[in-house]
Nanobody
C-alpha cells in the first residue's frame, strides 16, 4: 500500500507564498495536487507525469508550480500570489499506472489565505 505524507500547509495573508510537499513511500508514474475548498467539491490543481509533463487548473496557472524530486520520491507545489479563493484542504494523489488513475491519496494539509 503506497503511503503519501503531505506537509507545508498553514495560514498566510493574501499575496503570500507557501510550498507544499508530499513524500511517497515508493515512486509513482503520476502525481498530483487536488484541493477541496470549504463546502465545495474536490478539484484538481496540478499534475505531473513520468515524463515531467505538467498540467494546471486555469485558476492557478502562472501562480503555482508543481515539481518533483525523483530521488526522494517527493512532490512539491510552490504556491505564489495566494488569494482567499485558494483556501482549501490540499491533497496529494498518486497513480501507479500510465493512465494516471488516482489510486492513492494523502490525508491532506490545510491552506488558509486571509485577506
Amino acid at each position: 500500500q503506497v503511503q503519501l505524507l503531505e506537509s507545508g500547509g498553514g495560514s498566510v495573508q493574501a499575496g503570500g507564498s507557501l510550498r507544499l510537499s508530499c513524500t511517497a513511500s515508493e515512486s509513482q508514474y503520476c502525481m498530483a495536487w487536488f484541493r477541496q475548498p470549504p463546502g465545495k467539491e474536490r478539484e484538481g490543481v496540478a499534475s505531473i507525469d513520468w515524463e515531467e509533463s505538467t498540467d494546471y487548473a486555469d485558476s492557478v496557472k502562472g501562480r503555482f508550480t508543481i515539481s518533483k524530486d525523483n530521488a526522494a520520491d517527493t512532490l512539491y507545489l510552490q504556491m505564489n500570489s495566494l488569494n482567499p479563493e485558494d483556501t482549501a484542504m490540499y491533497y496529494c494523489a498518486a497513480a501507479s499506472d500510465w493512465y494516471c488513475s488516482w489510486t492513492y491519496w494523502g490525508q491532506g494539509t490545510q491552506v488558509t489565505v486571509s485577506s
